[in-house]
């Protein structure tokens, strides 16, 4: 407070009496209360514009996983449908792709980037605007882009893709377990966990990666018009600030949400002042909607504690989401194309079975 950093001490009493100076307060209820609107009420009270002409925003935000999920994941299942019904409506005039996210499962991301293409098919302009994180996964979606708007801070890049298949054999032959047996072929059983891999059946499981990376090369060199050779140069997984992938030609131009939307009513020959998002996003079921307005009533509680308090619970949150990123990588369904530099960049956080989890491994290990 003497070096003007802060204004004045006290505690969220002293807070909420101050706010209750400018926005008023209820008598009825405990000291330090203040009026305000919930964030959500808010938004009811104040819909997006609907005059004049349909601009499509996809958002695609989390990591990218196979099927369908609720928000918080991309599951390709559930944005390729949010888009094919947007684009039934024959109402959309351009789409602005949203992404914030990691990457995730190969599968999954080039299944949202068929469904984009399908705009492209029905001759709508497509813009790409880069949030925080937009990598691997993150940027294979973004390949059908006419531009690619991004901030000088997004984190983009990393283009490349792995598989992950974990096997024992060398933990257990630690405590004098081994495994054997007659198989007919080298690919007979395989992959066996408890008996590690074949020669032949990693050479088939590496081509198989090697052949994902080929597609992914080839994706962004047709989409950047750039050689194959230059995309593997400034491939392999590298990842980079905003400003440095727009001197190597990753994105186009620095630029937000707007800025895009902005731009493909221009690419679709219409006034930008005269157009309106049309966010494409699953619809909350009965019971969900139900259950969002059953948890409009009530005060939030911010939190407390002191520093020591907020200290522990980062570092158990980082430990759930190194937990949770272990699960993820050991259990996937598919070849991943997920940035492995951007962990706790992007909105993935650790989940509630995440934090369950490490609560198992640190009572089995007497903490």
Not at 26 to 43: E, F, L, Q, S
Not at 314 to 330: I, T
Not at 341 to 352: F, K, N, S, W, Y
């Amino acid at each position: 407070m003497r070096a003007g950093i802060v204004d004045k001490l006290g505690d969220r009493i002293s807070f909420g009496r101050r706010v209750a100076e400018y926005a008023g307060s209820d008598a009825t209820k405990p000291a330090g209360n203040y009026t305000a609107i919930k964030y959500d009420a808010w938004v009811k009270a104040n819909p997006l514009p609907t005059a004049g002409d349909s601009i499509g925003v996809l958002t695609i935000a989390g990591e990218i996983v196979d099927g369908e999920s609720g928000p918080g994941k991309a599951a390709g299942k559930t944005i390729e449908k949010a888009v094919l019904d947007g684009l039934a409506k024959k109402t959309l005039k351009a789409l602005v792709v949203r992404v914030d996210s990691p990457g995730g499962s190969v599968m999954a991301s080039e299944q949202i980037r068929l469904a984009i293409l399908e705009a492209k098919r029905q001759k709508l302009p497509v813009v790409v605007s880069m949030g925080g994180l937009a990598a691997s996964g993150g940027y294979w979606v973004s390949t059908p882009a006419d531009v690619i708007f991004a901030e000088p801070g997004t984190i983009t890049g990393s283009i490349g893709i792995f598989g992950v298949i974990p096997t024992f054999e060398n933990a257990l032959a630690k405590i004098g377990v081994t495994s054997d047996g007659v198989k007919t072929t080298p690919l007979s059983g395989q992959p066996d966990i408890t008996g590690g891999t074949t020669p032949m059946f990693d050479a088939i499981a590496q081509a198989g990666i090697e052949n994902g990376y080929r597609q992914f090369v080839s994706r962004v060199a047709a989409s950047r018009k750039m050689t194959p050779a230059r995309v593997d140069e400034i491939g392999q997984g590298r990842v980079w600030d905003g400003g440095t992938a727009r001197q190597i030609g990753l994105v186009d131009r620095f630029g937000t949400l707007q800025d895009a939307i902005d731009e493909a009513a221009k690419r679709a020959k219409l006034d930008p002042a005269k157009v309106h998002a049309e966010y494409l996003e699953k619809k909350p079921g009965f019971l969900a909607t139900i259950a969002q307005d059953f948890g409009t009533d009530g005060d939030d509680d911010a939190g407390g504690g002191d520093a020591f308090a907020h200290v522990a619970a980062d570092r158990r949150q980082m430990l759930a989401r190194a937990v949770g990123d272990m699960k993820r990588l050991a259990t996937s369904g598919s070849i991943q194309v997920r940035c492995l530099e951007c962990g706790g960049m992007g909105p993935t956080t650790a989940g509630i079975g995440d934090a369950k989890l490490l609560d198992l491994l640190l009572a089995r290990i007497g903490f």
